[in-house]
């Protein structure tokens, strides 16, 4: 099956169909593949200085805090991360622009020619063609988010000039195992013998720091070779090698985005000789950052809070920082998750929300509403929230609940979110 010698030009929408196709599962972790093509394709690495980012949460916000401190410092920055929650193209960005949809289909184009009989992923297929775009951007650094695990994703074909692992959690069983420990080794497979890596992560697993060991790779640590602590909600402090800063709070919403923070510092530290950054640079990407759809707030008479969370840390996260900032009136919760996640962690939302809207998931892999309000019902001792069959039924019938002072989460998937982003929340369901 092949792309090449179509009789009319194939826009984003036709290439994207057309990969879904070409292997028999859309996940079949594994280098071969794609390690064979990308020998044909362009040279590697796709950047003088590529930084791999890995972990459970955190990533996408680590992506974001790289980029906007290494732009800040005068760098060309490309950035791939996944998923996407608007538009495909989002999750390529060159030098702070997203990549242009002829672009990206001209990129595909160069794969499909290239690749012969293999028969790539559709993850896989985006992947070589975002490697080819970015070689020839004529960038200065390429960071580059892990898409599910670490050791067999298809981002690893790249030996990365430093690592960031953010943090190790329970997600994705069926792909990495069902405990910390094995996620642990799998996340650990983007570290590379003598180059530096980071993990951010708190209580790393054993078998990650055994990795590690193994691998050779000259590995930072949380607690042990950086620390950091939060000084006023405005300022917070950063300890490293003997180094004390005092710096602006990211732009980022959450507690947990210090933690975020302080290991792009130490990764930055610890590449400093290859890729310098002086303070101001720091200090403006901290305060210039931004991401879509983590803990994001959308202000009006009543707000809007959207998070991709959909495992148990990411969903501790989103409750600390509801605690944190509590909102005068009534917080009303809609949620939808996936078949395959732990629809138990809600429960650190028990306190923090007064009304419930369960929403049901699409797809093969989707939850009913109802599942998710026989559990809410069970452990909150209230009598069974009302359900809605999709998301967008449950925001229109929050929004028509709420009053001046209110908040409306929604949470619980990347497709989740999307869902209320397309329907733009703010004029859809206007309160103002």
């Not at 972990?55 to 916000?61: A, D, F, M, V, Y």
């Not at 200065?140 to 074909?157: F, P, S, Y």
């Not at 620390?227 to 300022?235: P, V």
């Not at 069970?378 to 929050?398: F, H, I, K, L, Q």
Request: some cysteine; glycine content about 10%; overall charge neutral.
């Amino acid at each position: 099956m092949s792309a090449v010698g179509q009789s009319q030009p194939m826009t984003l929408a036709d290439w994207l169909a057309w990969q879904e196709g070409l292997h028999d599962r859309p996940i079949d972790l594994g280098l071969e593949r794609i390690r064979a093509v990308a020998g044909r394709l362009a040279p590697l690495p796709p950047a003088p200085r590529v930084i791999t980012v890995g972990g459970t949460n955190g990533k996408g916000s680590a992506v974001a805090l790289l980029e906007a401190i290494l732009r800040a410092a005068g760098y060309r920055v490309g950035c791939y991360t996944s998923p996407y929650l608007q538009r495909f193209t989002e999750q390529i960005r060159v030098d702070g622009a997203e990549v242009g949809e002829a672009v990206l289909c001209e990129a595909f184009q160069r794969v499909e020619a290239t690749r012969g009989e293999v028969a790539l992923t559709a993850f896989e297929f985006t992947t070589l063609a975002v490697l080819d775009l970015f070689h020839r951007s004529a960038l200065d650094v390429a960071i580059l988010e892990v898409g599910l695990g670490g050791r067999l994703d298809a981002v690893n074909v790249v030996d990365g000039d430093a690592a960031l692992i953010t943090t190790v959690d329970l997600d994705h069983h069926d792909w990495l195992g069902p405990d910390r420990e094995s996620i642990g080794w799998h996340k650990a497979g983007i570290l590379r013998r003598d180059r530096p890596a980071v993990c951010a992560d708190p209580d790393p697993p054993r078998r990650l720091l055994e990795y590690a060991a193994a691998s050779g790779a000259r590995l930072w640590l949380r607690e042990r070779d950086f620390t950091f602590s939060a000084l006023d909600g405005q300022r917070w402090i950063w300890h490293c090698a003997g180094i004390r800063r005092t710096l602006p709070c990211p732009a980022l919403s959450g507690e947990h985005q210090l933690a975020n923070a302080a290991g792009v510092l130490a990764l930055l530290h610890a590449m400093r000789a290859r890729l310098p950054v002086g303070e101001e640079a720091i200090a403006e990407g901290l305060r210039t950052a931004c991401t879509v759809g983590r803990q994001q707030v959308l202000q009006g008479p009543v707000q809007w809070w959207l998070d991709v969370a959909h495992n148990r840390q990411a969903i501790a996260a989103l409750a600390s920082t509801l605690a944190a900032t509590p909102c005068a009136g009534r917080t009303r919760a809609v949620v939808a998750m996936r078949a395959d996640k732990d629809a138990t962690a809600l429960q650190a939302l028990a306190a923090l929300v007064d009304v419930w809207y369960p929403a049901g998931f699409p797809g093969p892999r989707g939850r009913e509403a109802g599942e998710l309000a026989g559990l809410i019902s069970a452990w909150s001792g209230a009598a069974r929230p009302v359900t809605y069959p999709d998301v967008a039924t449950a925001c229109e019938a929050a929004a028509g609940d709420a009053g001046k002072g209110d908040r409306i989460v929604v949470f619980g998937s990347f497709v989740t979110v999307a869902a209320v982003l397309a329907a733009n929340p703010m004029r859809h369901w206007n309160h103002g």
